[in-house]
């Protein structure tokens, strides 16, 4: 991939003609950059005025994220925030050793075709003013561009993690992550680091994922296995592609199709199965005598589905920090349940250590989940696993912690107050402005900053 950096655009007429690629994913067409950065900005005024607040009281950051079952996907974590908001939309592809990603996205880009592939590097490819090379421990130095996390992967994995940044229109409107191809027969710990986990944060984070497929290697074994498993509830964003597809004859490619079908149905046990594209991602020819006209169509429907993230990225980031409220809001109740509970079992004579520890050994007996389900419009289906307030608590001493009635000022309002209007009321009102059109303007305590008088629901009367 490095040598990308020095290749240039294809222009050669004895290739493949790539119209359609600008046309379908509207290359030319000028956005309106000043509506978009509104609507971001209005955003990010949301959450560091209505959720931030929340988040940080009640320490969501230390909650172990991965064990609430019911939240799979992305997270936020405190210093990359920001960066998760303004970042562009990103495709992740995945895929056994040779089976032409990097010549799918140098495709897709326009670039010479030449590069030396590698299956060594998880590649970042994004857009800048000029064409060059970024370093893995200077992407995570940087938290502007949401990579920081990836330092807790250890210095031998930011050592196999390189961006390239080039001015393309495409690269404006989202970002390529570019993999180490699976090889069944090595081993994770030969790599050097933690592959899965790695691998898993990509995941986590990508708004569309490419699983390419060679198809004469359709052989599914353990790592492959491995990596569907950590597929399991991202159906919707994965979209499995048969390259390479004009190296068989029509007869042979339904066969291999129908072949690929069944090695994958028990990896993807799920009602509606992942979109299949079958073509030749490459700018070069298709072969004599296949489906060159198949192969077009199904390349322009993969264009169009690319093109649908890119035009959806606003609300799919509006819906993003939705639901990012929606589960600070939870923990900041089941936090304030305990808190309250604490304080009820609590006698002169009470052991503080095994009166709490009691609490949070056996939560049902203390009605602190149903209680939470009882007074407020949450849905048993979003409350996290109880076994995380175990561990969270063992960090965070209960006694840390503020009740919520104790959580409101004159003159930022009430902490609970503010969440709930933001879930209820602020993002549904962002997302409804940029489905109409209209641009997203900044309401006046926005502007300046006012207070307001705190309503308090949980003082006891």
């Known amino acids: 991939w490095t040598s990308l950096l020095y290749l240039c655009m294809i222009s050669s007429s004895i290739l493949r003609d790539r119209s359609h690629i600008d046309e379908t994913l509207r290359l030319a067409a000028e956005e309106k950059a000043g509506d978009y950065a509104a609507a971001l900005q209005k ?25 609430i079952s019911a939240y799979p996907g992305r997270t936020l974590g405190d210093s990359s925030t920001d960066g998760e908001i303004t970042s562009k939309p990103m495709v992740l592809f995945l895929g056994p050793w040779s089976v032409g990603k990097s010549s799918m996205i140098n495709y897709l880009l326009g670039l010479s075709d030449r590069a030396e592939p590698t299956t060594s590097e998880f590649t970042v490819i994004m857009h800048g003013e000029k064409i060059r090379s970024v370093e893995g421990i200077v992407m995570a130095a940087d938290s502007s561009r949401s990579f920081s996390p990836l330092e807790k992967f250890g210095q031998n994995f930011l050592e196999k993690l390189i961006g390239i940044e080039m001015p393309h229109k495409l690269l404006e409107r989202v970002t390529f992550v570019d993999t180490p191809g699976i090889i069944e027969n090595r081993k994770q710990q030969e790599r ?74 028990p990896l993807i046990n799920v009602t509606e199965p992942p979109r299949v594209y079958v073509s030749s991602f490459w700018p070069y020819d298709y072969a004599p005598d296949t489906s ?149 303007g900044l309401s006046a305590c926005e502007a300046t900053g006012c207070g307001e008088k705190p309503k308090n629901r949980y003082r006891k009367n």
């Open 43 to 67: 955003l990010r005024n949301i959450y560091h005025n209505s959720i931030k607040p929340m988040e940080q009281a009640y320490k969501y950051n230390e909650l172990r994220q991965h064990e």
């Open 192 to 265: 050097g680091y933690p592959f899965n986990d790695v691998c898993q944060w990509f995941i986590d984070r990508a708004d569309l994922i490419f699983v390419v497929f060679d198809p004469t290697k359709l052989d599914v074994g353990l790592e492959l296995e491995m990596l569907f498993r950590q597929l399991k509830g991202r159906e919707s964003q994965i979209r499995i592609i048969l390259n390479k597809a004009d190296n068989l004859a029509t007869q042979d490619l339904m066969r291999v199709y129908g072949a690929l079908f069944w090695s994958l149905a």
């Open 292 to 440: 060159r006209e198949l192969f077009k169509k199904e390349e322009i429907s993969l264009l169009e589905d690319l093109n649908q993230v890119i035009e959806n990225r606003m609300e799919n980031k509006i819906a993003f920090i939705r639901q990012h409220g929606i589960r600070v809001r939870i923990h900041g109740l089941l936090v304030d349940r305990y808190v309250q509970t604490f304080k009820e079992k609590m006698s002169f004579f009470s052991d503080p250590e095994l009166v709490f520890k009691e609490i949070v050994d056996e939560p049902d007996k203390f009605y602190i989940f149903k209680s939470i389900l009882a007074k407020t419009n949450v849905s048993k289906f979003d409350l996290p696993n109880r076994d995380a307030y175990r561990d969270f608590f063992g960090i965070n001493p209960v006694t840390n912690f503020k009740p919520l009635s104790a959580q409101c000022s004159y003159i930022g309002g009430c902490l609970l107050d503010k969440i709930e209007r933001a879930i209820t009321n602020e993002l549904p009102a962002l997302l409804s402005s940029i489905n109409s059109g209209k641009q997203p």
